[in-house]
């Protein structure tokens, strides 16, 4: 091995001038043993491969995953999320043939993602929060895309409505001295 300009080998990963390392035939022998292993294709199983599709499938995003994610967001006047309040009118997603990425293998598919609800107070103030606190929590799931609201206030929201798991939550089961709503 020679000495290349100013000091540089050919060995790609150490300075191996005679001047600089004396010891290089230790640093030889360190580049031959602690070099990352190389990586051999193999044949994926069968297993493997009848498990990919079942992913790719999974990352759909589909109407549970966005009122699961919607639980999250709850009504400025009640202490109850807007699902088992009943606010959500109608809920649909289609995949977003126009965003970037989109048909890319590798890259997520985005979903363009329209919800029409009501809410238990109509104000302008509750209605910018809801809005804000609904897209916030959409926009942190990687494939939501674009995100339409549509404020219905036809029919109105009614308390019999609620579900009975936000019933609970609110502690309207089992309290005697409540009236039975119907």
Request: aromatic share 4%.
């Amino acid at each position: 091995m020679r000495n290349q300009p100013y000091g540089f080998s050919s060995a790609p990963y150490f300075f191996l001038s005679s001047a600089v390392c004396p010891r290089r035939d230790l640093l030889i022998h360190l580049h031959l043993y602690m070099r990352p292993p190389v990586s051999r294709p193999r044949a994926m199983p069968a297993i493997a491969a009848a498990i990919t599709p079942a992913i790719i499938r999974s990352a759909m995003l589909t109407d549970p995953d966005i009122l699961t994610a919607l639980r999250d967001c709850t009504d400025p006047t009640l202490p109850c999320n807007i699902v088992d309040l009943g606010l959500i009118r109608s809920l649909h997603v289609e995949p977003d043939l126009d965003a970037p990425g989109s048909g890319i293998p590798g890259v997520p598919q985005k979903y363009r993602i329209h919800i029409e609800l009501t809410l238990t107070h109509p104000t302008d103030e509750t209605t910018a929060q809801l809005t804000a606190q609904i897209r916030n929590r959409l926009a942190g799931l990687e494939q939501a895309g674009e995100i339409t609201l549509a404020l219905v206030n036809q029919p109105p929201w009614t308390p019999q409505q609620i579900t009975p798991e936000g019933r609970r939550i609110l502690g309207l089961d089992g309290n005697p001295n409540l009236v039975q709503i119907r």
